[in-house]
């Protein structure tokens, strides 16, 4: 209970510190939102005396009727002006809330160290909050404002009734305590369903996903795989509405019996009306008045009890949110290090026994990797695929923070250099480099951000790397929308998109590059073109080449061979072959199987 007022609270202050004026108009609203029924319930009263006046011949009272209209149409008129000028000043801070509360969870999401996408704990818990988190953060502070508002129609009823007698009070008040226990009992429990279905339901959501995707598409219908896919989806949607449903079912038949209760204790009230009609001089507009106001006490203390129900049930939602925000792996978390890179680099890039070992692991994908890697040196990593080549670079990048032992640039240890820092001298193009769905000028300054304005040098890249050759032909050049994703755009061969992404490089003019299997979804003649490139791209680059064809290996000064996570073997082609180790013997089989196809081309 301490958690839930805690995250509560925290909420209310977030809602303060975006909406001071929302608030103060709430709250003003409330108190005057909460004198409407009382006053309603007052004319009312007053309005059927008059009219029974008027039917003994009493011709004063057609004035006071009168009067008494316009009072009631006043009141109803304001009320209505009230609550629709409220509903849109709610709706608009919505709008707002929910656009902090997104760029909060974006915040985290973009700032969190990358191991922490390979935990499915992470990807759940993301999946759980995604969603409308303006509506579900507003609703416990209006609530309570509607809470306040109730609180005050209740004082009012409550008073008219201790006014005509206690036991009124006592017989409206008792109802709240039932409605309360079994709704709050029930708001635990859609949160727990939720927190439960959420791996099933991303499973769902990711099928479905699968189904209407233009890149899946292809494979879908080639493997037929398309009713599998929507039975494994409707098997699984089915699976988590049917324990909606079942939870739905429980909360309806609740329901039933609290109405139940509530007519119970109406009906007692009703009792204790006819005798006071028996013993006291009720006129018939106090008699329907107090009828009104034992309903209108029962429906306001029901609501209230209900707020706090719901307040309850979003509490825990709230909570759920903050702590994905506070979300952290113990080891894993973001590098602190402020310190400057090293410009230019002098020495090189020293690894010294690196190990690492991923979230919720029991081995290490990297063992005591430990090589020098000079400044301006081409070197090739090398290795069967699951080595731990492209781990390795993530360490190196700072992505992933090592397990044991340590990388230097220079002098420098990589953990106490600023990420940011890292990022911009270090250019790395992953085998799986990213293809965005904006135009090609974009996908090419997003190498450097900061220079997005430097149209001249964005363009030198493009020639540099061949892309212009393909980009003058359309007809808005640059300006080009890439993909059919956002718009109608141009789609790209897949040696096209490698050409964008070696511009991008070039444009992030980083001073040690990282070509991480920048080959491998190429044709052989676009993948000739990248190796002929090769040296021009990487000039007065510290380079590290990444693949596990041996034939591209042979363009580095020198060769590191990658096995089981260990470094198995370093030296030049010459060297590794006379050695006649892990790289000779990978060598020799695939010349074997170029010579075989008779498309084995020497680099």
């Known amino acids: 209970m301490t958690i839930l007022f805690t995250d509560l609270g925290k909420a209310m202050r977030f809602v303060w510190q975006h909406g001071k004026m929302w608030v103060t108009a709430s709250v003003l609203f409330m108190m005057l939102l909460g004198i409407v029924p009382i006053a ?26 009168l009067w008494l209209l316009i009072l009631q149409f006043a009141i109803t008129v304001s009320a209505s002006l009230l609550q ?45 909050i995604s969603g409308n988190q303006g509506t579900r953060f507003l609703s416990p502070v209006s609530n309570l404002f509607l809470i306040g508002k109730s609180l005050i129609t209740l004082f009012s009823y409550l008073t008219f009734l201790f006014s005509i007698h206690w036991s009124l009070v006592l017989l409206s008040s008792l109802a709240a305590v039932p409605i309360l226990l079994v709704q709050s009992k029930f708001g635990v429990e859609r949160f727990h369903l939720i927190y439960q279905q959420t791996p099933m339901a991303r499973d ?14 292809k494979e879908i219908r ?35 019996g609290l109405d139940a209760v509530t007519a ?8 204790i009306i006819v005798w006071l009609i028996r013993t006291t001089s009720l006129k018939i507009g106090d008699f329907v008045a107090v009828g009104q106001a034992v309903q209108g006490t029962q429906g306001a203390i029901n609501q209230t009890a209900g707020l706090f129900a719901s307040i309850y049930q979003e509490s825990l939602f709230i909570g759920d949110f903050f702590r994905f925000l506070e979300y952290e792996v113990p080891g894993h978390d973001k590098q602190k290090g402020t310190r400057p890179f090293p410009v230019p ?15 919720n692991s029991e081995r290490d994908t990297l063992r005591e990797v430990s090589f020098m890697i000079h400044a301006g040196e081409k070197v090739a990593i090398v290795g069967e695929n699951g080595s731990g080549k492209t781990t390795l670079v993530k360490c190196l990048m700072g992505l992933y923070p090592v397990s044991g032992g340590q990388i230097y640039f220079d002098q420098s240890p990589s953990d106490e250099l600023a990420n940011q820092e890292i990022y911009k001298n270090i250019t790395v193009i992953f085998q799986d480099f990213m293809k965005y769905a904006y135009t090609i000028r974009e996908n090419i300054v997003f190498g450097d951000i900061e220079k997005i304005s430097e149209s001249e040098r964005m363009e030198a890249a493009s020639v540099q790397t061949g892309a212009a050759s393909f980009v003058q ?31 991008r490089a070039m444009f992030a003019s980083g001073q040690i590059m990282v070509l991480d299997e920048p080959t491998a979804a190429l044709d052989p003649d676009a993948e000739m073109e990248v190796f002929r490139q090769f040296q021009q791209l990487t000039q007065n680059k510290t380079t590290i080449f990444i693949s596990h064809r041996m034939a591209a290996a042979r363009m580095a000064d020198r ?21 006649d180790g892990e790289y000779a013997r990978m060598y020799r089989m695939q010349a074997q199987w170029f010579t075989d196809k008779q498309d084995y081309v020497e680099v």
């Open 222 to 256: 080639l493997f037929s795989l398309g009713e599998h896919l929507r039975r494994r989806w409707s098997e699984k949607y089915i699976k988590n509405i049917k324990e909606v449903i079942k939870l739905s079912r429980r909360q309806h038949s609740a329901n039933i």
């Open 204 to 217: 769902a959501k990711y099928t479905a996903s699968l189904l209407w995707d233009r890149q899946s598409a």
């Open 345 to 359: 680099l002098e020495q090189g890039i020293c690894f010294d026994n690196v190990s690492y070992r991923y979230v």
């Open 473 to 503: 032909r359309f007809e808005k050049g640059y300006d080009t929308m890439l993909g059919r994703f956002l718009a109608d755009g141009e789609d790209l061969s897949g040696g096209q998109w490698q050409k964008i992404a070696l511009a």
């Open 559 to 579: 060769i590191i061979v990658m096995k089981d996570g260990r470094v198995a073997e370093m030296g030049t082609h010459l060297e590794l072959t006379m050695l």
């Open 40 to 65: 309603t319930l007052w004319v009312m009263k007053e309005l059927i005396n008059t009219v029974a006046g008027l039917i003994q011949y009493q011709p004063q009272a057609y004035s006071q009727a």
């Open 84 to 128: 629709n000028v409220q509903r849109l000043i709610d709706q608009t801070f919505e709008f707002r809330l929910d656009h902090h509360l997104q760029n909060a969870m974006i915040g985290k999401t973009i700032s969190v160290p990358l191991t922490y996408f390979d935990l499915p704990d992470f990807y759940h818990h993301l999946n759980r």
């Open 264 to 271: 119970l204790f109406y009906g007692g009230a009703a009792g």
